[in-house]
């Protein structure tokens, strides 16, 4: 398959407020930290881990919303990494990437109509100007997502939550981009709405050939829609490889205890195993230390004093763990 993203070696660090009187040493609070990946041209990637664990800054980056502190980032053979995230607007790359933000509400401008929000990057990113060729393609972007054409008149406060999610849908979409980062995108939904949005998803994907980055809390829905997944733990990826491999055979402890937990209809099935210990910080973590370190039951003396690297286990399956 031909690929589209590359990111190599990616970190982005956060500087961390001095606190007290005297001036201590500058802190860093690692966000992402030396960070690999790459997706194909129509590849769907799934991207997991807790609240805290750097896949919202990894999807910002790699939208180029913010700009790294250090590695590289590809898009269809070009260096963007390179760019200032405030002069990408103007780069051709920006209208191939797009992102579906995670809460449809704040996203969203109260001051515009669905149509001024669709015709947005129709606007900036395209030029179109003609007002019969905006309202046309406008027309097509909402029945391309499902959005009933008298909805396009109506204000944020007067759509519902899937109204408001097939908006900023068939926004991303506008520019006919070829990679579409979507962080969260049914978190706040009702589950009967989300089902609906994720096939509308899924539908998309097939029927424009696009590729995904999709940032998901809910296993089930990465395991149903993605065709290789990454899980994050505090700034790294711990493990990554094709879906159906990676559930049915985690290789990493903190992987198969985010699987352990996933809830199972008539709750049987495997138990979740509550790790000890609290997380570690992400402020200036030892580089020699594994970050699972403290809470992994298989810890031991060697994973205090030398950080694993991701190793091939399989075709297409790494981890980063001395005791898979």
């Not at 995108?185 to 509308?200: E, F, Y």
């Amino acid at each position: 398959m031909t690929e589209l993203l590359r990111i190599d070696s990616l970190e982005k660090y956060f500087p961390v407020a001095a606190t007290g009187r005297t001036r201590a040493k500058p802190q860093w609070l690692h966000a992402v930290d030396d960070v690999s990946i790459s997706i194909a041209q129509g590849e769907s990637v799934g991207l997991v881990g807790e609240s805290g664990c750097g896949k919202s800054t990894l999807s910002r980056l790699a939208a180029r919303l913010i700009d790294p502190t250090e590695g590289r980032i590809w898009f269809d053979g070009q260096d963007i990494g390179n760019i200032h995230a405030h002069k990408f607007m103007r780069v051709p790359a920006r209208r191939a990437i797009q992102m579906v933000f995670q809460d449809s509400v704040t996203s969203l401008n109260p001051r515009f109509t669905a149509r001024d929000t669709i015709a947005e990057p129709l606007k900036l990113l395209l030029g179109l100007r003609d007002s019969h060729a905006l309202n046309t393609r406008i027309g097509e972007l909402a029945e391309q997502v499902g959005l009933p054409q008298e909805l396009l008149a109506r204000y944020p406060h007067q759509l519902s939550g899937g109204q408001k999610a097939r908006v900023n849908i068939a926004r991303a979409l506008a520019s006919n981009p070829r990679l579409l980062i979507l962080d969260e995108p049914t978190a706040a939904l009702d589950v009967s709405v989300q089902a609906i949005i994720l096939k509308l998803l899924a539908d998309l994907r097939t029927r424009l050939g696009m590729s995904y980055l999709f940032v998901s809390h809910d296993l089930n829905v990465v395991r149903l829609l993605c065709d290789r997944v990454l899980v994050m733990y505090l700034g790294k990826v711990v493990e990554l490889g094709p879906a159906e491999d990676l559930f049915r055979t985690p290789r990493h402890p903190y992987t198969a205890e985010l699987i352990a937990a996933i809830p199972r209809l008539g709750g049987g099935g495997p138990q979740r195993a509550v790790p000890s210990g609290e997380p570690r910080s992400p402020i200036d973590p030892s580089p020699d230390e594994c970050r699972f370190y403290g809470r992994c039951a298989q810890s031991t003396e060697r994973c205090a004093q030398q950080m694993p690297e991701l190793a091939a286990v399989s075709e297409g399956h790494r981890v980063a763990c001395w005791h898979t």
